[in-house]
Every structure is written in C-alpha cells, then in structure tokens.
C-alpha cells in the first residue's frame, strides 16, 4: 500500500475543495484575531476574514514575504501562545536574522502524517528500515524526515549528516531498505562508499528520498544508476512546515503531489502578483490550512515552478508542482546554506570599506558545492606586496565564515575581468549543472 | 633618494604580461628593471621605467590595476660579499626587506640593487652611515 492517507490523498477534487476553503476560512479567522502582522495587513487591504467567501477570494489577500518574517522576529508570527508551542526550528545561515518558525502538539502530528504520507509515496512501508542522512537541528530536514518515519511505522536510524565513513558501515551492517538526504550530500556518501570498496549494488536500498536543494533529472539518473535505488524528490520549506509539502509518487516521478487538504499552492507572476493558471511558469506561493502556531498567508516561496492538474497513475488527486527551475531572487543553496549575493556585497562593503564588482562562482567539486568569490582589485585594495593581497584573500574569506557559515575561496582578478551584461554585472556563476 | 616603482596586478593567463609590455612599448616607455612575484592566481609586476607617468597613464588607460611605491636602488659591488656589506647593517639595525630585485649598471662593473624596506627613512639613513651608494631616481630612470 503506497498511499498512507487514501481518503484524503484520493479525494475528488470538488470535495478537495470545499474542504480547502473551510480550513482557509478558519485559519483567517485565527490569524486576524491572533497574529498582529496579519491583522495589519488585512486592514491595509481593507478585507476582513469574512470577505473571504470562495477559494478565488485569496487573490485579495496580500502577500506575506521573508522579509515580513523578519521583521517579526522571533516569536511575532506566532498565532498561538508560547506555552503551547513545543518545537522551534529555524532558518540557516543568512545574515541578520533567521527565520523562525513554532509548531504545537498537534502541528508536530500533522507534520509527522504528512512526512509519513510522503515516505509512502516515495516507496517506504512500515517493514522498511530507513537511513536518515538528513541534518538533525534547527533545520528541518532531520527532525521532520524522523518523525514521519516513525509516524509510518518504519524503523529510523537517525544517522544526520556528516561522520561518512561510520555511515557506509552503518549502511552495510544495518542493512537499510530507504534512504534519505540532500542529493549533493548523497552522492559524496556514494563516492566514499566506493573509495572504501563498498558497492550499493551489494547494499540493501531501494528507494531514495531526496529533497532540500535543487536538483535535476541527471542527477536523478545519476543517483540511481550509483546507488541502484529508485530515486523520488520531496519539496519543503519550514517557512511553511518543512519537508513533506510536496512529494513525488514512486509510480509516476514527475512531479510532486502538493498535499492540497493542508496547503493551497498558487503560482503568481513574480513582478505583477497575478495569478497564473495551471501550467504556466511562475512563482510559487503556499497558504497553510491547518498550522496552528506558525499560520502562513500566501507566502511567496520565491521559488519558480509550474502546476500540473492533469490525474496521476497513482491514484491521488492532488495538484503536481514541476521541479523548481529556479528562483525569482538570486539565492545560492550551498551545502544546504543559503546565500545572496547581497549578503556577500554587504560584507564587502561594511568589512572593507569598499565597494568592488565581485562575482560569486559555485561548482560542484566532488559532488560537493564549492563557492569562490572572485573581487575585482581596484588601486584602493592594491598592494605592490602579496602578501599584503593574500591576506586581504584571506580576510574576506574569514568574514564570509564568520557571518554567513559558508566556506569561499577568494579570488582576486583584475579591473573588468568579471563579465558585464548590459552594463550590469554578472552576480552569479552557477556551473553545477543540476 | 628614493626611486619611484609601479606595480601592476595581474591575473595568471597566458599573454598577459606580453600585453603590458607592448603597452609600455607602444607608449614610448623604456624598462630599466623588474621584478615579477606570483601566486597560484595573480602576480604582482614591478617595474622602474624612464617615465613613471608615461608608464601609469597608458596601463590606467587600458584598465589595469596600477600602483607607485617608493623603493631605493643602493650600489652594489661585483664582489664576493658584496650584498652583505649592504644587508648586514640593515639586519643589525632590525629593518626588514620586503623584497628586492637586481640589475647591471650599464655605466659601470656593479649592479644595482633594488629594494623595498618596511621602514624606508631608517634603511637610507643606516646605508648612508656606512657610505653605501644610493641612486638617485633621476639618475636610475635615466640610465
């Protein structure tokens, strides 16, 4: 049995529905009365939760962005008080302030079924023994994956990330039937794996959940052709619960099965904020139906995909979102961290008083991200000692650690060696392929 | 006594040394000596010329990365120990040598030595001391 929730996951979609706006209706309701931020925001539309009367009102209510998660930092998009919150799980590594998002009792359950649903579809049963790569902490990967393993009944070897050698005997000796993890981070395990004369044709895996960075078919055939597995893709965002919003059957692997009875995806025009119909290339955005401590409205994902409605071989009725193609801002996943290039002009700029042409270049060395920051040097910087230079390199580089928890390598170059397009800078590199 | 130096930053890619010296070239400008420093990814040029303006104003034009640092060009003797009589007073005295480069004198049997000092007014009042011959920049550029 693949599907772990049938009446909910195979519903028509007119009953879908109507459940969908009920759940919109009352999580208005509770964050207008709760949540100050929305209230406000609301007002500013000049829309109460009332006006809310069909599923196409939502277009009226105004976004929420990143941005507005900040400014509310920590605790002020919670809709519930602090003792009814259990975990607290945040964002990593951007500067200033994370993100940080609550869950009760129940969001913890209804997370852990969502997880559960989506380890079925990606092929686990409650026979399996699951191999958890996934980082364990503040990010969500860990916990979310675990708490839906157990929800489902499999067993969970909470492995988390790192340690990779201890892994691959672990793999062997436990003998576990699933795996999951960032795809960069599994195929490095692969590569480890085969330096230390361990084959997973000789291993007992067959399906792979993957997910928390983008990746692509080719790495897709990639993973499976190393790994001798059936490789799925998960989608989430702890913005809006974590991993298990989105997942791709086993059966079909095209696309992943948003879990419509808890989320509304829309995808938007990123500059007008229009809708767009099913099918078309634009931003996604995700309301919450059911989150009691961490309710989110239409929050712009900044992730760029399209919707698929057409029916699934596997039987559930829930929209497809296609792999993220990209996003409408200029973030980097790097090795899980996520960085912009504004963040690396900020310290630039505040730490050295400049204002370079910098250009960030991300490649995959390895199977694992490597960023190199390559500055223009400009006579206010030069020095006819390299020492002097190379410890400039240096600095630059140590900043970067200290705020951004990301590893650069700094590559001085020379006055317009970085590419110009109309004018304009080219930011960012990205020669990962995936 | 100090003599005027440039230095110029440049990427590590085949023929890009060739292109600073066919601008100086091109801008009438005579190398009297250089010294060229690198890393894996970059190196430093560093040049006296006959015409220190000449030099700048046609490498800025073309967008390279051009610096003036102040080095001396002390005097010295063809013969065994002949450096020494010059670093040793400065070793005594404390004063380090960021780094140095040689040239014949083409007016004489000596070479001239040049050097960056991290305490440049120290290091020429000790090498005058002991009547070591600077150069003035004058006289290098015009060589």
């Known amino acids: 049995m693949s599907i772990y929730n049938m009446d909910f996951e195979t519903m028509p979609r007119e009953a879908l529905k109507a459940i969908q706006l009920t759940r919109l209706q009352a999580t208005l309701e509770r964050v207008y009365a709760n949540v100050p931020f929305y209230r406000n925001s609301f007002k500013k539309a000049k829309i109460t939760p009332g006006d809310i009367k069909s599923l196409d009102d939502i277009q009226r209510i105004p976004f929420t962005t990143k941005q507005d998660l900040r400014d509310n930092y920590p605790y002020d998009m919670f809709a519930v008080p602090m003792e009814n919150i259990v975990r607290i799980h945040a964002s990593s590594g951007t500067t200033g302030r994370p993100t940080v998002v609550g869950y009760t009792k129940r969001d913890i359950d209804t997370w852990a079924g969502l997880m559960a649903r989506s380890l079925a579809a990606g092929g686990a049963t409650r026979g399996d023994i699951l191999h958890n790569a996934y980082g364990y902490g503040l990010f969500t990967g860990g916990l979310?994956?675990?708490?839906?393993?157990?929800?489902?009944?499999?067993?969970?070897?909470?492995?988390?990330?790192?340690?990779?050698?201890?892994?691959?005997?672990?793999?062997?000796?436990?003998?576990?039937?699933?795996?999951?993890?960032?795809?960069?981070?599994?195929?490095?395990?692969?590569?480890?794996?085969?330096?230390?004369?361990?084959?997973?044709?000789?291993?007992?895996?067959?399906?792979?959940?993957?997910?928390?960075?983008?990746?692509?078919?080719?790495?897709?055939?990639?993973?499976?052709?190393?790994?001798?597995?059936k490789a799925v893709d998960?989608?989430?965002?702890?913005?809006?619960?974590?991993?298990?919003?989105?997942?791709?059957?086993?059966?079909?692997?095209?696309?992943?099965?948003?879990?419509?009875?808890?989320?509304?995806?829309?995808?938007?025009?990123?500059?007008?904020?229009?809708?767009?119909?099913y099918g078309e290339t634009g931003e996604l955005v995700f309301t919450s139906l059911t989150k009691e401590a961490f309710p989110i409205i239409r929050y712009r994902t900044r992730d760029i995909t399209s919707l698929n409605p057409e029916p699934c071989i596997c039987g559930r009725t829930h929209v497809r979102m296609n792999r993220v193609s990209g996003r409408t801002d200029d973030m980097l996943i790097i090795r899980g961290v996520n960085v912009f290039p504004s963040q690396i002009e900020s310290i630039l700029m505040k730490?050295?008083?400049?204002?370079?042409?910098?250009?960030?270049?991300?490649?995959?060395?390895?199977?694992?991200?490597?960023?190199?920051?390559?500055?223009?040097?400009?006579?206010?910087?030069?020095?006819?000692?390299?020492?002097?230079?190379?410890?400039?390199?240096?600095?630059?580089?140590?900043?970067?650690?200290?705020?951004?928890?990301?590893?650069?390598?700094?590559?001085?170059?020379?006055?317009?060696?970085?590419?110009?397009s109309q004018g304009k800078a080219v930011r960012v590199v990205d020669n990962r392929n995936i | 006594m100090r003599v005027e130096q440039i230095s110029i930053f440049l990427e590590n890619k085949a023929g890009r040394l060739a292109e600073v010296t066919a601008i100086l070239r091109d801008a009438g400008v005579n190398i009297r000596a250089l010294s060229l420093a690198d890393t894996t990814d970059f190196g430093v040029l560093r040049l006296i010329v006959n015409n220190n303006q000449a030099a700048k104003d046609a490498l800025k034009k073309e967008g390279f990365t051009v610096g003036t640092t102040d080095v001396i060009a002390a005097v010295v003797e063809d013969t065994p120990g002949g450096l020494n009589n010059i670093l040793d007073p400065l070793t005594i005295q404390g004063i380090n040598v960021e780094y140095m480069y040689a040239f014949a004198n083409p007016r004489g049997n000596n070479a001239i030595m040049i050097f960056r000092f991290d305490d440049l007014e120290r290091a020429i009042s000790i090498l005058n001391e002991k009547s070591i011959e600077i150069i003035k920049g004058e006289d290098v550029y015009n060589l």
């Open chain 1, 144 to 229: 979310g994956v675990h708490y839906g393993a157990e929800k489902l009944g499999a067993s969970v070897i909470p492995v988390s990330g790192g340690n990779t050698k201890r892994q691959i005997v672990i793999m062997r000796d436990f003998k576990p039937t699933i795996l999951t993890g960032t795809p960069s981070y599994i195929l490095h395990l692969a590569e480890i794996a085969e330096e230390m004369g361990v084959s997973f044709k000789d291993l007992s895996f067959k399906f792979g959940i993957f997910g928390a960075e983008p990746w692509s078919e080719k790495m897709r055939e990639e993973l499976e052709a190393k790994l001798n597995l």
């Open chain 1, 234 to 277: 998960i989608y989430g965002l702890s913005e809006v619960m974590g991993p298990g919003v989105a997942i791709e059957c086993h059966e079909a692997q095209k696309g992943l099965h948003i879990f419509e009875d808890h989320f509304i995806p829309e995808i938007i025009n990123p500059d007008t904020g229009e809708n767009l119909p």
């Open chain 1, 351 to 420: 730490t050295h008083d400049i204002q370079p042409h910098y250009q960030l270049v991300v490649d995959r060395v390895d199977n694992l991200d490597t960023l190199t920051v390559r500055v223009e040097i400009r006579e206010e910087l030069f020095s006819d000692a390299i020492k002097n230079l190379q410890n400039l390199e240096l600095k630059i580089s140590k900043d970067i650690k200290e705020y951004l928890g990301v590893s650069a390598k700094i590559k001085l170059v020379e006055p317009k060696a970085i590419e110009r």
